[in-house]
């Protein structure tokens, strides 16, 4: 499984930013997916995860009603919209995939088994 995040870029605090992952899965609805961020000296923190059936979401506490996740089963996508950004959302997203159900997002590397390169999000003050 291969994933590509894109969609980063430089923005300014209050707005908005939609990133998406591709997936080189013939069936998106095999895996759950999530999206992470990690800041220099910092470890890489949980942002959103979308179940298989794309129904059940979770959501971090510091994203939680600024942000939404989706994805496309048919175009093999899973994006991030992120509305009114904060200069601490400043961070490398990295969107990755597991087989296993979306339960809870713990452990190492929460328990994903795919993880994509990032794509550098900006939200200057």
């Known amino acids: 499984v291969q994933l590509q995040a894109s969609g980063g870029g430089l923005v300014q605090a209050g707005d908005s930013l939609r990133l998406s992952c591709a997936a080189s899965v013939r069936t998106l609805s095999m895996y759950t997916m999530g999206w992470f961020r990690q800041t220099p000296g910092k470890e890489r923190e949980f942002v959103a995860a979308?179940?298989?059936?794309?129904?059940?979401?979770r959501y971090a506490d510091s994203v939680q009603g600024r942000a939404t996740i989706s994805r496309d089963s048919g175009k093999s996508t899973v994006d991030l919209q992120m509305n009114s950004l904060k200069p601490e959302d400043t961070a490398v997203y990295y969107c990755a995939a597991r087989t296993r159900s979306i339960g809870t997002m713990t452990g190492g590397d929460y328990g994903m088994d795919y993880w994509g390169k990032g794509t550098q999000v900006t939200v200057s003050s």
């Open positions: 979308i179940g298989k059936s794309g129904i059940v979401r």
